[in-house]
């Protein structure tokens, strides 16, 4: 799977919209992007992933630009309880199962 | 659904002791794996499993063992425990639709080697 690098850590107010950027510049057609994140002592929930057209959920939304080369993932209105360490994955699809590389991803701390 | 369960949560092991870290899945998920997680730290993958029968290693299987009897449990096993691996393990699951399966993770088990 190729690197991603996210921005250590990131602040939100409360109520705001917090976009957590990811540069994939490495990433291959057949490459999909994840984003997980890990609330403290927890263990990691999935959010969102896409491929190459932008995603939307129940949790979030997941921009990818037209070259891939990044994404934005989309908090549209953050609450303290989405204060957690959130991490940008490529990974590709087909045989690669469980190939899942967490880096070190971005403290998010949404404040009041 | 209890999702992915692990026992126990937390664990004190002495240098040399052994035990094995409890995983089970009630969503009848084909692939499960085991991270590791070091203070600060991403997770690394140590071992994974396709299905019954079937595991293989992952990026940090040095010191680990696991097997794989039932569709539902996959535990781990630490024979000669060492300070390094002093570490949060988390255990996960997810099925196999074309490659795209999302993990579902367990709560972790908490493991200091003293």
């Known amino acids: 799977d190729a690197k991603t690098t996210q921005p250590p850590s990131m602040d939100c107010a409360e109520g705001r919209a917090a976009n957590l950027p990811c540069n994939h510049s490495?990433?291959?057609?057949?490459?999909?992007v994840y984003w997980y994140r890990q609330i403290h002592s927890q263990g990691p929930q999935y959010i969102i992933h896409g491929l190459k057209n932008n995603e939307t959920n129940e949790m979030a939304s997941l921009i990818i630009t037209e070259d891939r080369k990044s994404s934005t993932l989309i908090l549209p209105h953050a609450t303290l309880r989405d204060t957690a360490v959130y991490y940008c994955i490529d990974r590709a699809g087909g045989t690669s199962y469980g190939k899942l590389t967490f880096g070190q991803g971005t403290i998010l701390t949404v404040h009041p | 659904n209890a999702g992915v369960t692990q026992t126990p949560k937390f664990r004190i092991l002495k240098i040399g002791q052994s035990m094995t870290l409890q995983c089970t899945q009630d969503?009848?998920?084909?692939?499960m794996y085991w991270y590791r997680q070091d203070p600060g730290m991403g997770l690394k993958l140590i071992y994974y499993s396709v299905g019954a029968g079937i595991t293989d290693k992952g990026e940090v299987p040095n010191g680990y063992n696991v097997s794989r009897s039932t569709t539902e449990d996959f535990p781990l096993r630490l024979e000669l425990a060492a300070p390094s691996q002093t570490s949060v393990y988390f255990c996960a699951s997810s099925s196999a639709m074309g490659g795209l399966e999302t993990q579902y993770f367990g709560p972790g088990t908490r493991l200091l080697v003293l």
């Open positions: 490495t990433i291959s057609g057949n490459e999909y």
């Open positions: 969503m009848n998920h084909n692939y």
